[in-house]
């Protein structure tokens, strides 16, 4: 389902400009359904994370990252969805990892090719390096680079081995394609076990490190602080809990008010999904 429901998010002309939002850790946000990609400055280079959608703000984040003298060291994709699984040429060969269970996500469903118009993708997207990513093993806790620590919290929310990262020393979340103010929680619906329980269980992982969380980085959406974490944690816990109970939402991402109205349809797909689900297993999973 996440795979198609962003077609309709449109492209535009304008270049990406990058964004400090901490000490060594900067943004841009795609004109595609308001993705962001994130770099941290390490010793060597930068670590650059869900790098981007189109083909023109990526060339340009290259451009960017060389005109201020800085080249890619590392890059770290979230989780195995294609808008997260993109590079560019221009951003260089540096390694690209995700967790063990992500890339072997990424590997099984590129193994019989893309078929880009069926998810949606579109055309200014560069398909040629997508998923090309190294699987970390489950012991390694970090990512492997030259620069602050960054934590990996792997969770099954929303994807098979879907990451937030957690860079202490700056107070830095990353939370994947958790805790946006755009997007409602999508939950993983592909055969997974309990999807309902996978989702609040990747929640509280995330707030375990809220209350030390200056800044939070959502994978579509508004940058927050300290001052919000915890309400989009429960803005996100209170919409699964909806679904869980099949009772109607009032969260202002589905509403008339909200940024996408294709989430409105995306918010029916899933309850209906939930409720064969309980009709054929008789549970909530």
Known sequence: MRESLLAGAGHGSLAPVLRQVAEGVLIHQSEFCQSNAVIVHGRAGVL????????YEMACLANDLSDSGQTVVAGFSTHPHWDHLLWHARLGAAPRYGTARCAATARDQLSDGLDSRRLGIPEQ??????????????????????????????HQAHAPGHAALWIEERGVLIGGDMISDVLIPLLD?????????????????????????????????????????HARIDQDRAYVHTLRDAHVTRDPRVGPAAT????????????QRLAERTERNGTHG
Do not use: C, K
Not at 48 to 55: A, C, E, F, T
Not at 138 to 154: F, K, N, S, Y
Not at 202 to 208: D, I, N, P, S, V
Not at 260 to 271: E, F
């Open 48 to 55: 650059l994370i869900d790098p981007g959608v189109h083909g």
């Open 125 to 154: 997207v560069p398909l040629d390096l997508l998923g090309l990513i190294t699987g970390l093993p489950g012991q390694m806790a970090q990512i492997p680079w030259d620069g602050p620590q960054v934590r990996i919290i792997e």
């Open 189 to 229: 619906l592909n055969d997974t076990a309990d999807p309902i329980e996978n989702y609040l269980a990747g929640l509280r992982l995330l707030e375990g490190v809220a209350g030390d969380v200056d800044v939070f980085i959502p994978g579509h959406g508004s940058i927050g602080g300290a001052d919000q974490i």
């Open 260 to 271: 996408y109205d294709w989430v409105a349809g995306v918010h029916a797909g899933q309850l």
